[in-house]
């Protein structure tokens, strides 16, 4: 099936990057986020991460208001990075977050595109 030009995702993304990524397997493991949605995260990485990794990933939503966000994800997507000090590129899928960690997600996504910053 071909889908030219049509968005197939649920939610739309921001593609601003910013650094505030951690996890439980200590700090250097997830570099940035490369991009975010209300589904997951595109991350950078210097180690490659197996697809269907379980991870506790805490970040900060830096607008419209500074957000601390705690959720789970599963790693669904593992590709080298051709380009930059990164190794890989890995798309975390969100498992357990709550409804407004969620929405402040969105809510951000939401504005950047509104302010014409993806």
Same mark, same amino acid.
């Given at each position: 099936m071909h889908y030219e030009g049509e968005e197939r @995702?649920?939610? +739309?993304?921001?593609?601003? &990057?910013? +650094?505030?990524? %951690? *996890? /439980?397997? #200590? +700090? &250097?493991? !997830?570099?940035?986020? *490369?991009?975010?949605? #209300?589904? #997951?995260? !595109?991350?950078h990485t210097v180690k490659p991460i197996p697809v269907m990794t379980r %991870?506790?990933?805490? !970040?900060?939503? +830096? @607008?419209? /208001?500074?957000? @601390?966000?705690?959720? /789970? &994800?599963?790693?669904?997507?593992?590709?080298? *990075?051709?380009? &930059? *000090?990164d190794r890989f590129k890995v798309a975390i899928l969100y498992t357990k977050i709550s409804d407004d960690d969620h929405s402040a997600v969105v809510n951000y996504v939401e504005h950047d595109l509104a302010t014409g910053n993806v």
């Open positions: @995702r649920r939610y +739309p993304r921001s593609r601003r &990057g910013f +650094p505030a990524v %951690m *996890d /439980e397997a #200590g +700090p &250097g493991v !997830l570099n940035h986020i *490369d991009n975010v949605s #209300g589904n #997951g995260i !595109l991350c %991870m506790s990933i805490v !970040l900060e939503i +830096p @607008r419209p /208001e500074t957000k @601390r966000i705690e959720c /789970e &994800g599963i790693v669904v997507r593992c590709d080298p *990075d051709e380009k &930059g *000090d």
